[in-house]
């Protein structure tokens, strides 16, 4: 399967910090990203759609200005978590699609995940 | 064993024994279905996946089921080993949907040895 990485593994920040996230595909071009956030023992939940070149759609709920993602290049995708707050403190999963030809898969390829702690 | 993935239940069997892992899906518009599995602190990593003009797919150990008629996924592993202890998701897709996965609750296979 596809390589996806993050940066960092694990993350540990004070209140009122922000904390940059990053997601990279390792061998193939991703064009668009998915950004997710995880709770223990519950199922992911999609944050945002990032899309190279262009601005994030993000979902019902989620804070535009609270959770920047920026997708500068087909392999890199980073999402900033401004003046983080003890209640952001979660598992952050990015996944993303790898290309064939014009089509981009529908199998989504998931990176290790960012353990982010906010004292 | 057998586990119905509604919420997250925890299936355990003895090691060498068959799992069976079951999901019910929401979207009866869905027509492609991927199966993950996530250990404890990782990423989830693609197992299999199943388009909807089929009915079953075989890999390694494992094989997918699916049932279009009662909107019903199940993983089955065979010869379960403890490596395969892990939570495991269904996650179902459909044209038109930007490529958003639609995820399953979960369910945590505690494999025994």
């Known amino acids: 399967g596809a390589v996806v990485s993050q940066h960092p593994s694990r993350v540990i920040c004070k209140s009122g910090t922000s904390v940059k996230i990053e997601c990279r595909s390792l061998?193939?071009?991703?064009?668009?990203m998915f950004w997710y956030r995880q709770f223990p023992k519950k199922s992911l939940m999609l944050m945002a759609t990032s899309n190279e070149g262009s601005k994030a759609t993000y979902e019902q709920g989620v804070e535009k200005d609270k959770f920047l993602i920026n997708h500068a290049s087909l392999t890199l995708s980073t999402l900033t978590v401004t003046s983080a707050h003890p209640e952001d403190s979660s598992f952050y999963i990015c996944?993303?699609?790898?290309?064939?030809?014009?089509?981009?898969?529908?199998?989504?390829?998931f990176g290790p995940g960012t353990r982010l702690l906010v004292l | 064993g057998e586990s119905v993935g509604l919420h997250l239940p925890t299936l355990s069997v003895q090691e060498g024994d068959n799992s069976i892992i079951n999901c019910a899906y929401s979207?009866?518009?869905?027509?492609?279905f991927i199966w993950y599995k996530q250990e404890s602190g990782k990423g989830p990593q693609f197992i299999i996946d199943i388009r909807s003009n089929m009915d079953k797919r075989q890999g390694q150990r494992v094989t997918v089921l699916l049932n279009k008629t009662v909107k019903h996924l199940s993983l089955q592993i065979a010869a379960t080993q403890p490596g395969d202890s892990a939570v495991y998701f269904c996650?179902?897709?459909?044209?038109?949907?930007?490529?958003?996965?639609?995820w399953g609750l979960g369910t945590s296979l505690a494999v025994n040895p």
């Open positions: 979207n009866s518009a869905s027509d492609y």
């Open positions: 061998d193939f071009q991703a064009t668009t």
């Open positions: 996650a179902e897709n459909s044209a038109g949907n930007n490529r958003k996965l639609i």
């Open positions: 996944s993303t699609s790898p290309r064939e030809g014009r089509s981009v898969l529908e199998t989504q390829y």
